[in-house]
């Protein structure tokens, strides 16, 4: 349920401090390591960044 809102924030282009969000939420066990990568992908898409993997 918190990746699929997570997502859907990120889709909607809610990334204030999303960065932090997804480091804390991957550490405390929340996030499974593909659901970080995946996530971390789309907010570099979405931010134009050159490098989107991690």
Do not use: C, P
């Not at 066990?29 to 931010?47: F, I, K, P, S, V």
């Amino acid at each position: 349920m918190l990746y699929r809102t997570l997502k859907r924030m990120i889709e909607r282009g809610q990334l204030d401090g999303m960065d932090s969000k997804l480091d804390i939420f991957f550490a405390a066990n929340r996030l499974t390591q593909a659901e970080y990568l995946e996530l971390t992908a789309m907010l570099g898409r979405l931010r134009g960044d050159e490098q989107t993997d991690v």
